[in-house]
């Protein structure tokens, strides 16, 4: 079998974790040189691709590679650019395959969430269609955990223990200050449909803590919400709320759309936790702060699990193990063996299969009053969130790769994006 | 010379190792058993004394107040309580020598901030006109670093490093979404009058993160302000804006007042970091993410610099040994001998030049535009936020000491508070 380059791309809102899988195809490609020349990046996703705006990762030491393991964002530049279907965007998905036939690149590796699995297959059969031949195979990620046919999402598990941690904390912090001051400490978290980023704020129950928590996939009722969190600070003095962005009314409107309007009518810029904190003090009087962890969430590799970093490297590496072994428009997925001891083994599921579905929270992971999760909820995160991957420091702050990113010489010319 | 107990209390906002100080008093006073007897903590602080709620901290096992080390908030609680002037609130500092007296109390250990270090003056000065024997040390403590006489305050280290680390990989994850998404990232951090935890974010720009610093000290013009982020934009294609809780114009207005009012006229509930995030939509058209980091920032006790933990523990143990060795109405202080390599020895400051004194940033510590810090500031900070003092973990999250907290019985009668 003839030797064909790679092409690898970061897609959407980036992870702690997500070079990592950068890492893991990297690393495994580059012990398979017999088979995969270069490994290409795209500069900026799939920009980089449809403006042949490659990254020769063959420029990068074997040290560089390694550091990306342990750095957050995404080290070669990620999009949010959607292609759309193959009739409405031929052009650009005919520019795919030109400047992939232009680099000899047999091997296309997106990293994404579900919109990239949907492109990546489209890949797949437009490659098909025009004859070029191509394996495309996803990898994983999403802070969002809600991708199907897999136990978990590589970037959940580091944000899933982010959130626990950052509600433990401020929790005690709370608890010390709730005779003369905070009773009610609100954090708004990720989580735009599903609410498993919410639901990891519910394990600090286990340390004693009282917390409710407010998912996208349960609509919000006022004074059913105010009631459970007087309850709450009239057994414990104080509680701790989790919010997620996600989080509505049953027709539809977001808490964090519910805010006030400035001078000029525009909506205020988010978020839902100064709007709960509101009713907290309205409703019932007490004393708030709150929080919007935002991107910290999300980019936090200094407290990564061990779990999802350890699994963020693997489906990097499973994926180029699936394009070896001749798969094509298929996903590596994770599949659970066991909760404790945690065990998991790799499975594959086809792009078909994947893409344009999104994994909710199931109803049996939600207390009966939609305020917490269950038990079966935390035996399914406790393994995610274990293990601290820390990264190693210099003065104070962690060592982070920045890569040189040496562009690949252009041979086609240039392409307008939309 | 007769044994006499202890009296330790938390005061104010707490911080991720106000444990730490009390785990160095405690631990000194039982190494000197025979000039200590108890020690007595007070219940939410101070109140714990005026109403006679005391802890024995004698019923926690060793490995109990070891952990304190380790465990953010304030593990006897705190308050936000101020003794006001002798003239005004004779009775409570009247009852809290007759507490005091009940208890057989002859050390008085304070750990917190400006305010506490005025109360724990007023206490040692009416003790002395009542003419019962104390001896009250300030333990220093407060995340702003406002403390005076003190090259710094346990508590601030943590949080610069926490602002640092965030702020950084915050960046790292805006570096890789610039080209087609957010381009601006603007983190809201704590300091309502001094600026030091805000500087702690000018120190990324030593990992190359264009970054721009909003500081209390240094009156904010919107008009430079928006020209600054946009010459960063242009330069590096993104920036992160660190912005303190108290950035405010040159009328005094703060930056987090000049937000949208909700349906009932409402002030909107903080903070400075959606408001700048809307100068920078409207002025520039940049796509923005905001963070608020609140109290994960104070209690994130998972990232506590090591010299912070350190000097926590030291002032606390620090304290017991200028009451062993006969001072009153004095502070411990840290003097730094060197920058590098960081040396430091203790020192003390009488509570007269302390009370009521706010240590701001040095004009010399930010930069002529007023946007950064300097060299200076910076070799300043280094050594504050170095070191990584993690806490030990259990199925992913950290194991944080919850005390007994066993109330010690009441002698007195009871007493009511304003």
Known sequence: MARKNAFYAQSGGVTAVINASACGVIETARAHRDRIGKVFAGRDGIIGALTEDLIDTGKESPAAIARLRNTPGGAFGSCRYKLKSVEGNRREYQRLIEVFAAHDIGFFFYN????????????????????????????????DNDLPLTDCSPGFGSVAKYVAISALEASLDVRSMARTSTKVFVLEVMGRHAGWIAAAGGLIEDQGVPVVVLFPEIPFEEEKFLARVEELVARYGFCTVVVSEGAHHADGRFLAQQGPRDAFGHEQLGGAAPVVARMIRHGLGHKFHWAVA????????????????????????????????????????????????????????????????????PRQYITDDGFCITEPCKAYLRPLIRGEDYPQYKDGVPVYATLKNVAVPRKLATFDIH
């Open 112 to 143: 994404g969430g579900g919109d990239s699995a949907d492109t990546c297959l489209k890949v797949s059969q437009l490659a098909e269609a025009m004859g070029y031949p191509i394996q495309a195979i996803h990898v994983p990620k999403t802070v």
């Open 294 to 361: 935002d991107y910290l969430q999300r980019a936090a590799r200094h407290i990564a699990s061990t779990t999802d970093a350890r699994h963020a490297y693997e489906v990097g590496a499973a994926a180029v193990e699936l394009a070896l072994a001749g798969h094509n428009a298929v996903m590596p997925t994770i599949e659970r063996i066991s909760d404790k001891p945690y065990r998991y083994r790799f499975g594959m599921a086809p792009l078909a299969e994947v893409a344009n579905v999104e994994k909710f929270m």
